[in-house]
């Protein structure tokens, strides 16, 4: 039976990275992007601002949800509905909110743009994001990919392969940083480059939560696995890969601890509502936050004259929007279209 403690910490940790990301987006981006020096002057730079590194843990959670979800589904195809539903109605509709409010607010809308958005992969069509933050998407689309192949022709996901896989694709990251090897977007995307060993790290932190099925032997490897990915983490400060610097290092190293402190059981504090709450949010606020909250903040600083008091209302903002969006569409589109799929499959 699956702990539900153990879930709640992981959705209040997606809480947490959640906000982190809002808050780096609304501060020290905000203030680069839009030019004002002053408020350059108050918070750190992007590399700096430890918000932005909320990303990286969204991707190790990923690796230990996708990792429960494919072990929990009878099938690819079952595993492929549940993501799908998960995933792209949500997705669909902050496309279509942020796409309008840009309309209407900075008259910019390119059908073809919009379309080539919806697949959740526009630069592989030669697009360009209409939200900064879809960026990661392609990567976690890619993961899942990885993940249901491996099952479907192993009807498992074996930990060897996985490792040998990951640690593989880990060591090319760093020969191609080391020897200056060009490698296009769309390889380094396909190939997780340069973030593979954070969903690799996941996948084990989950082994290790089910580590009752787990010999000491392989419970004492996995850690040193982990030990290992933290050093391919460490490693990646001298490369040319924007995200890798030593605050994103420790951060990374922050969060590994984090995670073997929740699947031991002694993050207790984490299943707060108000953490709990933001996890359930925290795909919509991460998908409908960037462009728009941009909007909102010089919209607001425009009639109001000051940024602090745009900021907050705009944050407010945000995350009213991404309540109504779980409640009235991620929620229920997900089980709506879950079902009629799964459905669809045994006619």
Not at 5 to 17: C, E, K
Not at 194 to 221: C, D, E, I, M, R
Not at 270 to 279: D, N
């Amino acid at each position: 039976m699956i702990n539900k403690n153990r879930l709640t910490s992981l959705d209040a940790l997606r809480g947490i990275a959640a906000l982190g990301v809002v808050l780096y987006h609304f501060t020290s981006l905000f203030a680069v992007k839009f030019n004002y020096p002053g408020l350059s002057t108050l918070f750190p730079s992007p590399s700096l601002n430890i918000g932005r590194y909320g990303v990286e843990l969204f991707f190790i959670i990923s690796g230990f949800v996708i990792s429960m979800s494919i072990e929990n589904s009878n099938s690819v195809y079952h595993f492929f509905v549940s993501r799908f539903s998960r995933l792209f109605p949500t997705f669909w509709a902050a496309v279509c909110i942020s796409s309008a409010v840009i309309w209407a607010f900075n008259g910019q809308f390119d059908i073809v743009v919009f379309f080539k958005n919806l697949t959740m992969i526009p630069s592989f069509l030669g697009a360009q994001n209409i939200d900064g933050s879809y960026w990661t998407l392609a990567y976690e689309l890619f993961f899942y990919i990885t993940i249901a192949t491996l099952f479907f022709f192993f009807k498992s996901v074996p930990t060897k392969l996985m490792v040998t896989l990951g640690g593989g694709i880990s060591l090319l990251t760093i020969m191609a940083s080391v020897f200056d090897l060009y490698l296009d977007y769309k390889i380094k995307a396909l190939l997780l480059i340069p973030h593979v060993h954070l969903f690799l790290a996941g996948f084990l932190f989950y082994k290790l939560w089910k580590s009752n099925k787990l010999h000491t032997a392989q419970t004492y490897t996995t850690y040193v696995l982990l030990a290992a990915l933290i050093i391919i983490q460490w490693l990646l400060i001298e490369s040319d890969y924007s995200r890798h610097n030593v605050i994103s290092s420790i951060m990374v190293t922050v969060f590994f601890l984090v995670m073997i402190l929740v699947i031991k059981e002694r993050l207790s504090f984490l299943s707060h509502p108000v953490l709990v709450y933001f996890g359930t949010i925290s795909y919509s606020l991460y998908l409908i936050h960037q462009e728009v909250g941009y909007i909102f903040i010089n919209e607001l600083i425009n009639i109001t004259s000051s940024y602090w008091l745009s900021m907050p209302l705009s944050l407010l903002a945000v995350v009213l929007i991404a309540d109504l969006m779980y409640r009235f569409i991620e929620n229920p589109s997900n089980k709506i279209v879950k079902r009629y799929l799964l459905l669809f499959q045994s006619k």
